[in-house]
Nanobody
Framework: QVQLVESGGGLVQAGGSLRLSCAAS????????MGWYRQAPGKQRELVAT???????NYADSVKGRFAISRDNSKNTVYLQMDSLKPEDTAVYYC???????????????????WGQGTQVTVSS
């Protein structure tokens, strides 16, 4: 069974920094893409950043230059360094992992679209 567990959220003043972590557990052989999404109250979930196993990253325009995504493939962990935080960054941040090759019944299978439980980030003005 594959699970994603996030950590690192909290309350910070505008201009401050936070670092989110998300670790995938289970009998995992590889994860193609990992990323972060967020959902503010009354809004749809939106992409923040993604990173492939090879290290190619993609960012939402609203966070470019302020957030940095990275991953440690040996630990099946993805990070999101958030600097120069703004009140509009306030949201629940969700970790996502796509195309996970893992063991199921002793056989390798590739599954898509796993989500973490979410971690709250609140930026005060």
């Amino acid at each position: 069974q594959v699970q994603l567990v996030e950590s690192g959220g909290g309350l910070v003043q505008a201009g401050g920094s936070l670092r989110l972590s998300c670790a995938a557990s289970g009998r995992i052989f590889s994860i193609e893409t990992m990323g972060w999404y967020r959902q503010a109250p009354g809004k749809q979930r939106e992409l923040v950043a993604t990173i492939t196993r090879g290290g190619s990253s993609n960012y939402a325009d609203s966070v470019k230059g302020r957030f940095a995504i990275s991953r440690d493939n040996s630990k099946n962990t993805v990070y999101l360094q958030m600097d120069s935080l703004k009140p509009e960054d306030t949201a629940v941040y969700y970790c996502n992992a796509d195309r996970i090759t893992h063991s199921s019944g002793g056989y390798p299978v590739t599954s898509s679209d796993y989500w973490g439980q979410g971690t709250q980030v609140t930026v005060s003005s």
